[in-house]
């Protein structure tokens, strides 16, 4: 009983990881990408992929849902579209707000993360606890 209500808590956090992870590489993506506009020129392709939601992201497939997902496929409808000068600066306007969304959908995460198990588990204590 425990350890399916572990289970449950576990799986209600596992969007807010995704969220976590995918703002992660986003910024880290953005980060090379600048890096690469300076000073490499290689295409996207090659720069996304090292990471895991990057390629997926580039080739049109939805990773997150709702306005994040819009948020998301802002980024990267724009990218390619215009001259290096142009996209630095994209790139470097963008950077603050995916740093945003990187720390907060990590503090959410720890956050929200830890209380859903714990709660869960006391839930499948005390379920345990009345059934015994």
């Known amino acids: 009983m425990v350890g399916l209500t572990i289970s449950l808590g576990v799986f209600l956090t596992a969007n807010r990881k995704k969220k976590m992870q995918v703002f992660s590489e986003l910024y880290e993506f953005n980060e090379r ?6 000073f490499d020129r ?3 392709s090659k720069v996304a992929q090292d990471f895991k939601f990057i390629p997926d992201l580039l080739g049109g497939k939805s990773v997150l849902d709702g306005k994040d997902g819009e948020v ?5 409808v724009n990218l390619g ?5 142009s996209q630095i600066d994209y790139l470097n306007d963008r950077k603050a707000a995916l740093g945003k969304l990187r720390d907060d959908s990590a503090s959410a995460y720890k956050r929200y993360g830890s209380l859903y198990v714990k709660i869960f588990f006391m839930i499948g204590v005390l379920a345990a ?4």
């Open 33 to 38: 990408l600048l890096l690469n506009l300076k």
């Open 42 to 44: 290689n295409p996207i």
């Open 72 to 76: 998301v496929s802002d980024y990267v």
């Open 81 to 85: 579209k215009s001259d290096a000068l």
């Open 129 to 132: 606890i009345l059934l015994a």
